[in-house]
C-alpha cells in the first residue's frame, strides 16, 4: 500500500495556549485600569447596563472626561466581551 493515510494531527492547543504572549487589555480596559475603582465599578455597571440606556458615546465622553481615550468600537467589543481583556490565557 503507497496510500498515505493522513496522521490525525496531534492536539497542541495546551502548547498553544502557554506560547500565547499576554495580550494587552483593549483601550477601554486599559482606560478602566486607570480609574478609581469607584469609577471602575461605575464603569463596569454602565458596560453591563443595555447600550440602548447607557450608549457606547456616552461611555466614551465619561472616560474621556477622566483622561482616558477609546472609541465607540471598544466600548461596543469590550461589552460583547470580544475584546482582548476577555482572551482565555
Ligand atoms: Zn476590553
Request: with cysteine.
Amino acid at each position: 500500500m503507497t496510500e498515505t493515510t493522513e496522521k490525525p494531527t496531534p492536539d497542541l492547543s495546551a502548547f498553544f495556549r502557554l506560547s500565547r504572549p499576554k495580550k494587552k487589555p483593549c483601550a477601554l480596559g486599559f482606560g478602566r485600569s486607570q480609574l478609581k475603582p469607584v469609577e471602575r465599578e461605575q464603569l463596569d455597571a454602565a458596560c453591563d447596563t443595555d447600550n440602548g440606556i447607557i450608549t457606547a458615546s456616552a461611555i466614551v465622553e465619561w472616560l474621556g472626561q477622566r483622561g482616558q481615550t477609546a472609541n465607540t468600537n471598544n466600548v461596543v467589543s469590550h461589552r460583547k466581551r470580544m475584546c482582548s481583556c476577555y482572551d482565555e490565557s
